[in-house]
């Protein structure tokens, strides 16, 4: 594991939001002072904007000059209620999207524009103007939980713990009934085939397929609740990254419906040294997740704890000694002052990135904003 310095320095701006673009190349940063752009490896400023306001969303598309931000912070630069997709090429907003609540996410694809409020989801074609195309209703979402694949969008239903899948190609809408708590996370594979969800219960994550809904794993963290920060799944869709506040990093072994149990080359995703020399992740154990408890795990009637699927790898990282972001049904009770503009109001921590099949960046953001690497 390499740490490095925070990205932003006490003297300096204080980051609101972080978030990869679409193959994780970059991230952008949300500031009460503007926003900028990073290079994830290496981990370098790539340009910075000043707007002397917050911002609270930055979401790029790709490599391209466009950006979609929402204003945050103590003085935002734009309502919050407002998406600006912004042409950094020519320094001006190009398309301007009003809502009546504010704005938790923005997705970005070159032909659709997914905005999620509280318990909204609407889906725009990537136009001038923009063409809305629908909406629908969700539970109480914060987080502004949504991903946007290459097939399908995925987002949460309208019953706590269901999330829905809208075919991008025609609309056509499939229900799953992932959980009973509230949705935590979720996050779809880069071939648009599995879906990955936790709830707020963050012991288990549950893995679906996409083209039937069918649950083909359930993968368990741990036994203690926890927050889920954030859940990725490699290039390749043979692993699955989680993070979460007990500052340990998960690697899990996928299953994929389109290879049966794991893909062929997910044994070769393993082991050695990056050309940099970053240590890899330790193994949990010698033997393989599944055998995690050894012959408890054989035992019938034993509680599942003890057959279930746990991570073959685990690695502490870092998240400061800011005050976390709590499960969405405290997020509106919480007595602690929030932060404004941004998903859950509290600065992002533990987001995952894969730059590739073996390696991977972890960022949070704050006034303890950090980036680290690891390697498979």
């Known amino acids: 594991m390499n740490t490095r310095q925070a990205i932003d320095y006490s003297s300096g701006p204080v980051s609101l939001s972080v978030a990869f673009n679409q193959d994780n190349s970059c991230f952008s940063v949300g500031l009460d002072s503007g926003f900028c752009v990073f290079n994830v490896e290496p ?7 000043d707007f002397n306001a917050g911002i609270g969303i930055v979401e790029m598309l790709g490599r391209q000059n466009y950006l979609a931000l929402v204003g945050g912070g103590k003085q ?3 309502p919050q209620n407002k998406v600006i997709i912004w042409d950094d090429a020519k320094q001006k907003a190009a398309i301007t999207l009003e809502f009546r609540t504010q704005v938790n996410r923005v997705r970005l694809s070159r032909t659709r524009i997914v905005v999620a409020l509280r318990n909204t989801i609407h889906i725009y074609a990537f136009s001038s103007p923009p063409e809305k195309l629908s909406v629908f209703e969700t539970a109480d979402n914060p987080l502004g939980l949504c991903c946007l694949g290459p097939n399908v969008i995925a987002f949460p239903g309208r019953t706590p713990g269901q999330v829905q899948l809208v075919e991008i190609s025609n609309g056509n809408v499939s229900i799953i009934p992932a959980h009973t708590a509230s949705l935590r996370a979720l996050e ?7 879906l990955a969800t936790a709830s ?3 012991t288990l994550v549950r893995i679906f397929s996409t083209a039937n809904c069918a649950r083909i794993a359930e993968l368990r963290r741990g036994v203690d609740p926890a927050i889920i920060f954030s859940l990725a799944i490699s290039p390749s869709n043979n692993l699955l990254a989680v993070t979460s506040d007990k500052s340990t990093l998960h690697i899990f072994d996928l299953p994929h419906p389109l290879y049966g149990t794991v893909p062929p080359n997910a044994d070769s995703s393993r082991g050695g040294r990056s050309s940099a020399g970053s240590p890899t992740l330790p193994s949990s154990n010698e033997e393989s997740s599944m055998q995690k408890w050894g012959i408890l795990g054989k035992i019938p009637l034993l509680p599942r704890v003890f057959s279930d699927t746990y991570s073959f790898a685990t690695a502490h990282f870092e998240i400061g000694e ?3 972001a709590r499960p969405s049904s405290a997020v509106s009770n919480s007595a602690n002052a929030i ?3 941004m998903p859950g ?3 992002p921590k533990g987001l995952i990135g894969w730059t590739g099949d073996q390696t991977l960046v972890v960022i949070g953001a704050g006034q303890d904003a950090r980036w680290e690497r690891f390697v498979v």
Do not use: A, H, I, N
Not at 43 to 49: G, N, V
């Open 188 to 194: 779809l594979s880069p071939d648009g085939e599995v």
């Open 200 to 202: 707020e219960t963050g």
């Open 76 to 78: 935002p630069r734009f």
């Open 345 to 347: 109001g509290r600065p």
């Open 322 to 324: 800011e005050p976390l």
């Open 43 to 49: 981990c370098e400023l790539k340009k910075s904007r």
């Open 339 to 341: 932060t404004t503009g």
